[in-house]
């Protein structure tokens, strides 16, 4: 069982480059997140969703885009990279009432 | 807006001590608590999850106290061992809203052999 699984682990990024982390999960969960996680401060939420076809903003979704097509796939989209967007960023899951699930993140870094 | 407080940053104990990690939170209203383990470099690894309902939760040498009226948790880690070593997060859904997660900082344990 994957769980949730993110890819890519890592990326470094110029400035006005775009690029798709992408997010899976196979425990057939109807709510999906993204959080990013700056150092010294907690997980901010970016976007969520609760189930295929139904998204919504979080807490800082600017320069930031999701789609969701499918219960399994949360696809988070950067149009236009910027260095304030250099995080960590954590995609997670859960069903109603149970506890989050987390993946391993994704490292980014743009310059 | 939720805000969750997590006393202290950090905690350097020797190995074998009981412990005890501090979580608070400023809305009461809240659905459910989860604490979270984090290595370094890795993602959370859910540990524990008080309902609302609840007044605690154990799992082997961990065990999460839960006080809604005051709005604290904590994380209460008996016999502690190097392994321990990450940071702990606490993190609260509230009833109403975006059913997203708030999270605190962290504290950073550090279990010295």
């Known amino acids: 069982n994957a769980g949730v699984t993110q890819t890519p682990k890592f990326r470094i990024l110029k400035i006005g480059q775009s690029m798709t982390l992408q997010c899976a999960q196979d425990?057939?969960?109807?709510?999906m997140y993204w959080y990013r996680q700056d150092p010294g401060m907690g997980l901010k939420l970016i976007y969520y969703s609760v189930g295929a076809g139904i998204t919504d903003k979080g807490e800082v979704p600017n320069g930031y885009n999701v789609s969701r097509s499918t219960t399994e796939d949360f696809p988070l989209r950067l149009e236009l990279a910027a260095p304030s967007q250099t995080s960590v960023y954590f995609c997670?899951?859960?069903?109603?009432?149970?506890?989050?699930?987390f993946g391993q993140g994704t490292r980014l870094t743009v310059v | 807006k939720q805000e969750v407080t997590q006393i202290p940053a950090a905690l350097s104990v020797p190995e074998g001590e009981n412990l005890v990690l501090n979580c608070s939170f400023t809305d009461s209203a809240i659905y459910n608590l989860q604490w979270f383990r984090q290595d370094p470099g890795k993602g959370l690894t859910s540990l524990l999850l008080?309902?609302?309902?609840?007044r605690e939760q154990t799992s082997g040498r961990l065990n999460a106290s839960l006080d809604k009226s005051s709005g604290r948790s904590t994380l209460y880690i008996a016999a502690s061992q190097p392994g321990d070593s990450a940071t702990y997060l606490c993190?609260?859904?509230?009833?109403?809203?975006?059913?997203?997660?708030?999270f605190g900082t962290g504290t950073r344990l550090t279990v010295i052999p």
């Open positions: 425990m057939n969960h109807n709510y």
């Open positions: 008080i309902q609302s309902s609840q």
């Open positions: 993190a609260v859904r509230l009833s109403t809203g975006a059913n997203n997660l708030f």
């Open positions: 997670a899951s859960r069903t109603q009432g149970t506890e989050a699930f």
